[in-house]
């Protein structure tokens, strides 16, 4: 199975790691937006897109990335790491979800994480969150992607 994994992470590395994870399972690449290739995408068998959370959204360049992506078909996964939790009626992920979809992607699941974060009020107190992920979180990390692997279905 072809996977890549399109991944903004640019603070901490904290999505990075997510992404690594997932992609030892999955046997993808993982590349920046800036170094995905449309077309390339096109010809994977799976395809997940991930990025911290800023600011309540995920990372622009990941958006703007997935809004460019021509109509299409094929399986994906949305996840992301975040300092705060997710609002449960309202999760980060939803509107890349969304936006996947109506690109013609099948979005099979999404997978979300606490990770270290120094947004502005947390700078003042050194960060929350310091050692996230952490290995339960990357375990879990691994998991979903064996999820999606084996075709378990819609998974989260």
Do not use: Y
């Not at 903004?8 to 999505?15: E, F, K, R």
């Not at 920046?32 to 897109?49: H, I, K, N, T």
């Not at 979809?101 to 999404?110: A, C, H, L, N």
């Amino acid at each position: 199975m072809r996977t890549v994994i399109v991944c903004a992470s640019v603070s901490h590395g904290n999505t990075r790691r997510v992404a690594d994870a997932m992609a030892r399972v999955l046997g993808a690449e993982v590349v920046s937006p800036s170094q995905a290739d449309p077309a390339e995408l096109a010809g994977a068998d799976l395809v997940g897109f991930g990025s911290g959370v800023f600011h309540g959204r995920l990372h622009p360049d990941l958006t703007d990335f997935a809004k460019a992506l021509p109509l299409g078909r094929g399986r994906a996964f949305v996840f992301a790491t975040s300092g705060l939790p997710e609002f449960p009626p309202a999760p980060f992920t939803r509107p890349l979800v969304r936006l996947l979809r109506d690109k013609g992607f099948r979005v099979e699941g999404s997978f979300s994480c606490r990770a270290f974060d120094t947004w502005a009020p947390f700078k003042l107190v050194g960060g929350i969150h310091k050692q996230r992920p952490d290995t339960g979180d990357l375990a879990a990390a691994r998991a979903f992607a064996g999820r999606l692997r084996d075709g378990q279905g819609p998974v989260s």
